[in-house]
């Protein structure tokens, strides 16, 4: 039986391909094989988890009854944006 093959050809005008490439020279070329299957798998893992997490804040809204805006009283009340773009990619 002949091993599956992939050829990875990046598009150095890509900033992130380019980026996985820099990172891909760093490796040994011994090591390269086992870095590829662990950033494929690393990938596929937080792509589970990132469904998961999207189901469950999906379920807990369906029964979460908002009933009317609470008044912000100190000004540490205040949500960091950065927080709030997290939650509007979800």
């Known amino acids: 039986?002949?091993?599956?093959?992939y050829v990875f050809r990046p598009n150095l005008s890509d900033p992130q391909h380019r980026r996985a490439w820099e990172l891909l020279q760093q490796m040994p070329s011994a090591r390269r094989k086992e870095f590829l299957v662990?950033?494929?798998l690393a990938a596929e893992?937080?792509?589970r988890?990132?469904?998961?997490?999207?189901k469950v804040v999906r379920e807990e809204?369906?029964?979460?009854?908002?009933?009317?805006?609470?008044?912000?009283?100190?000004?540490?009340?205040i949500i960091p944006p950065s927080a709030i773009n997290?939650?509007?990619?979800l």
């Open 1 to 5: 039986m002949k091993r599956p093959q």
């Open 61 to 77: 809204m369906q029964v979460v009854t908002l009933t009317g805006a609470i008044p912000r009283t100190r000004a540490t009340d």
């Open 86 to 89: 997290f939650l509007a990619s």
């Open 49 to 54: 988890l990132e469904e998961s997490i999207r």
């Open 45 to 47: 893992q937080t792509d």
């Open 38 to 40: 662990q950033a494929i």
